[in-house]
């Protein structure tokens, strides 16, 4: 049974930063891509960053040079990095792991992704 659990949001004001974390267990095989995707009230989830098993990185524009993501395969658990935060990025954020396999394409297609962790908030006051 793969289990992924989320940590470390919280409430932070703007310009600052949080480090969310998302330990796994369970697994039979090492996904071949990870993300964290994020929801905020009455929009559509949104994927803001993606981690290939190799360690390539991809990142939604919106946080591109904000947010960095990255996994420790030791401890099996990927991270991601926020920092300059604002008001926009108030969301539940999620991780999730596509075991699957396949190519960047896509890459936040929500639908690709087999496990889901069950969120961490994230609020941002100005």
């Known amino acids: 049974q793969v289990q992924l659990v989320e940590s470390g949001g919280g409430s932070v004001q703007a310009g600052g930063s949080l480090r969310l974390s998302c330990a796994a267990s369970?697994?039979?095989?090492?996904?071949?891509?990870m993300a964290w995707f994020r929801q905020a009230p009455g929009r559509e989830r949104e994927g803001v960053a993606a981690?290939?098993?190799?360690?390539?990185?991809n990142y939604a524009d919106s946080v591109k040079g904000r947010f960095t993501i990255s996994k420790d395969n030791a401890k099996n658990t990927l991270y991601l990095q926020m920092n300059s935060l604002g008001p926009e990025d108030t969301a539940m954020y999620y991780c999730?792991?596509?075991?699957?396999?396949?190519?960047?394409?896509?890459?936040?297609?929500?639908?690709?992704?087999?496990?889901w962790g069950q969120g961490t908030q994230v609020t941002v006051s100005s």
């Open positions: 999730a792991a596509d075991t699957s396999g396949g190519t960047w394409y896509r890459i936040y297609y929500p639908n690709r992704y087999n496990y």
């Open positions: 369970g697994y039979t095989r090492r996904p071949y891509y």
């Open positions: 981690i290939r098993s190799d360690g390539t990185t």
